[in-house]
């Protein structure tokens, strides 16, 4: 069997920065391949490196060295521009902190993306009530944040996120502020959108209890990827 094309790689990533006068290695040589409907959990433990490669992955920050490929195209080649549309239209993001706008009901919250891309009215309704009913929550469309359960609130961060239709979710911490049940609603959602709607997604997490929900698991360590066998070690004891 030939597997499909990779979608977005790390290829030899590194991120160094200088905290007062000390060297920070942030992340040291990752590789990583994401594939078409891919579900792909990233642990670690806080300051591990995940959220930094993430945000490199994003085209949100910029590497020491190597690069990220998006379908082959290296982001470091893109303009601002180009590396908007990519955000816009290809790239969905879930953050820990939900990022709802207080003001703004769960529909309006949804929709804004759309907004932004100039989509046309009916479509942004079409396309606001379909990403909603995947979540499980269009009965709740006319509700602020406020009037939201914690996970009813990451729930419409992720129909935010698929409302742009894209190839892949990067979710930083996408459970950190939940319990453990609505953690396990969450993955279960990004389970059902990588098998129904053939979205990749690839969510960082320092919770081992939802690793068994993922097609792979990466550890890093020290900004690191660990190797296969070194995960099942570290997790065995």
Known sequence: MVRAQRLLAAVDLSRTYMLGSEEVHALREINLNIFPGQFVAVVGRSGSGKTTLLNIMAGLDRPSGGHVLFEERDLANMSEDELTELRRHRIGFVFQSFGLLPLL???????????????????????????????????????????????????????????????????????????????????????????????????????????????????????????RAEIGQRFRD
């Open 105 to 227: 009901s769960a529909m309006e919250n949804v929709e804004l993306p759309l907004r932004i891309s100039g989509v046309g009215t009916r479509e942004r309704e079409e396309r606001t009530r379909e990403a909603l009913e995947i979540v499980g929550l269009w009965d709740r469309a006319k509700h602020r944040p406020y009037e939201l359960s914690g996970g009813e609130q990451q729930r419409v961060a992720i129909a935010r996120a698929i409302v742009i239709r894209p190839s892949v979710i990067l979710a930083d911490e996408p459970t950190g502020e939940l319990d453990s049940n609505n953690a396990h609603s969450i993955f279960g959602l990004f389970k059902d959108m990588v098998i129904k709607q053939g979205i990749s997604v690839v969510a960082a997490t320092h919770d081992s209890t939802l690793l068994s929900m993922a097609d792979e698991v990466k550890e890093i360590r020290d900004g690191r990827l660990l190797e």
